[in-house]
């Protein structure tokens, strides 16, 4: 370690799921730059499982975002304890600015003031990473940035995985046996979307690319994740099971979900889903993805890398007001980028993705 190098780095990044993905690449670069580090992550409660399992993490400050006045004076309590020399502010917006001026960390470094989703708070970093250059724009792009500008000397592509241990990736490979139908060789993971969420598929969506799986007999499991229980019940009831098509309904815990999808890479399987936290988590792991995109861009959060296998699904009548990046449709017929999309738009891009 050098007279420059930090001996203790907090990371902030609270949420989302697929941003805390893309903030996983920042933790596996800083940790292989400045291996003596002790490096810290600020995290909301629901997420923290997922970094809690990472070898070389030293500490996790849980914060929960309905604790009010108290979350915020145990986050502070915590970050002094820890002791940060750096914090490194991965979210961009006025609540991790807050976190970042609490931890008293003497450098605070973030995103460029132009990549920060508020960019109000962009004071609260005395040291922001170089703007992106045209092209470039995706989250994961950004995250680089901050890998360059913290360790100028690390090279290398951002590992985005949740570092599985032998026994985790051991139970993947049960739970997605006990799961999968038993009558598909090569059934696709469908990962249902919440219905309040504006880039969610429609319910009769899913329906018709079960049917159309089941009657290809490509078969399909099913998943729903605490968000989309009543989704997949409603699926299940309409749709049955059978030896082609299997329904997993309110799956639980984030790096049993990172091992389910690691396992269905390694048996060539593909995952369909919207812009989520799953449809990241999946990509991570190496799991080929057929990602449904209406209003948001893919460029910017498609699933990573974007040359990779991967295959964006997109209506073939898209509104003029697609891509955009409102969490509120506002368009007249509500939002037709995503219901425009047809289960045998699905079905092309998954075998043109093959």
Do not use: Y
């Not at 508020?118 to 970093?125: F, G, L, T």
């Amino acid at each position: 370690m050098t007279a420059r190098d930090p001996e203790r780095i907090l990371l902030v990044r609270l949420s989302h799921l697929g941003d805390v993905v893309h903030a996983l690449g920042v933790f596996h670069a800083l940790h292989a730059a400045f291996p003596r580090a002790a490096i810290a992550w600020a995290i909301q409660g629901e997420f923290a499982e997922l970094v809690a399992g990472l070898p070389g993490l030293a500490r996790v400050l849980r914060f929960e975002r309905r604790g009010g006045l108290g979350a915020w004076r145990r986050l502070r309590a915590e970050s002094r304890s820890f002791g940060p020399d750096w914090c490194i502010d991965l979210q961009g917006n006025t609540k991790s600015a807050a976190a970042a001026l609490l931890s008293g960390a003497a450098r605070r470094v973030g995103p460029a003031r132009a990549d920060w989703q508020e960019p109000w708070a962009a004071w609260s970093a005395r040291d922001r990473a170089p703007a992106l250059v045209a092209p470039a724009r995706h989250a994961m792009q950004r995250m680089q940035a901050l890998v360059t500008h913290l360790a100028p000397g690390w090279t290398g592509p951002l590992r985005l995985d949740a570092a599985l241990a032998a026994d985790e990736l051991v139970t993947g490979e049960r739970l997605l046996a006990e799961h999968l139908p038993r009558g598909a060789r090569a059934p696709w993971l469908l990962h249902l979307s919440s219905p309040e969420d504006v880039r969610g598929w429609p319910e009769q969506r899913w329906g018709e690319l079960i049917e159309r799986l089941r009657a290809e007999s490509r078969g399909a499991l099913v998943l729903s994740g605490p968000a989309e229980v009543e989704l997949g019940r409603r699926l299940e009831r309409a749709h049955g099971a059978d030896a082609l098509v299997a329904h997993w309904i309110g799956q639980r815990g984030l790096r049993a979900l990172a091992a389910v999808f690691s396992a269905a890479a390694r048996r060539g399987l593909a995952l369909v889903a919207c812009d989520s936290g799953p449809m990241h988590l999946a990509a991570a792991h190496g799991l080929r993805v057929l990602a449904l995109a209406g209003p948001q861009d893919a460029l910017r959060t498609g699933p990573w890398p974007l040359a990779d296998a991967h295959a964006i699904v997109r209506s073939s009548t898209p509104p003029a007001c697609a891509p955009c990046l409102s969490q509120r449709c506002r368009h007249a017929q509500g939002p037709v980028c995503m219901s425009a999309i047809g289960a045998a738009d699905v079905l092309a891009a998954g075998t043109r993705a093959q």
